[in-house]
């Protein structure tokens, strides 16, 4: 595709539900990001894949969060037990790997409202 | 840990008058720093990074080590700057690519 995709584009779970979120990065790009933004406040990074590895997940919140991606390219972020803080809209990002550090390719975000 | 400060939530000036949006950085290395634009509808994209020290849209930005600074600025404005401005750091080297602190953003409104 022409950017990275995301989806759901929406989702309305209830407090204690189990949730997956779905990122198929731009192709080539080997890096693969995740970020959450809460309401009026900026992304603030979860996690990042070089390649099929979690390169570095010091962003995410606690347990409940896990992310895989098994085959290098699509991504899903899962949550476990969803919480009503955990409601924000989760972006995802993909760069080529070392090249043009810091320009990451945003997705559209999946809006996730937990109730 | 490393921080970035947007004091400005909203900002309005009108066509035609210079802007500047501020960012201010707290890090003890040596930051790489970048402006991150949300036009609306659209996705969240690059504007420009401070080590290409280029103009892009007719907006460029200095990056200040004495001030921590890294300010947005257009000497004029257009009503299709409109938009969310996010400010961010990336530290250099190590292996952190792509994990950058982004500052609260900035909603610039440009007056016709």
């Known amino acids: 595709g022409a950017g990275v995709s995301q989806t759901p584009s929406n989702k309305v779970t209830e407090k204690g539900k189990y949730v997956e979120l779905r990122c198929d990065p731009i192709s080539g790009h080997t890096a693969l990001y995740w970020y959450r933004q809460s309401l009026g406040q900026g992304p603030e990074f979860l996690i990042y894949f070089q390649g099929t590895g979690a390169a570095d997940d010091s962003g995410l919140p606690n347990d409940r969060f896990f992310a895989v991606r098994p085959e290098g390219s699509v991504s899903t972020l899962k949550i476990q037990r969803t919480e009503r803080g955990d409601s924000a809209v989760y972006l995802c990002a993909s760069s080529l790997w070392g090249a043009n550090t810091g320009e990451l390719f945003f997705g559209e975000g999946s809006r996730l409202t937990v109730l | 840990a490393q921080r970035v400060t947007q004091p400005e939530k909203l900002l309005s000036v009108f066509k035609g008058a210079p802007v500047e949006l501020k960012c201010n950085y707290s890090y003890s290395g040596s930051p790489e720093l970048f402006w991150y634009v949300q036009y609306s509808r659209q996705r969240l994209q690059l504007l420009l990074r401070?080590?290409s020290r280029e103009s892009i849209k007719g907006f460029t930005a200095d990056l200040n080590k004495g001030e921590t600074s890294f300010h947005l600025k257009k000497p004029f404005a257009q009503e299709e700057d409109s938009a969310m401005y996010y400010c961010a750091l990336h530290k250099a080297g190590g292996t952190s690519y792509g994990k950058l602190t982004f500052g609260q953003g900035t909603i610039l409104t440009v007056h016709p």
């Open positions: 401070h080590i």
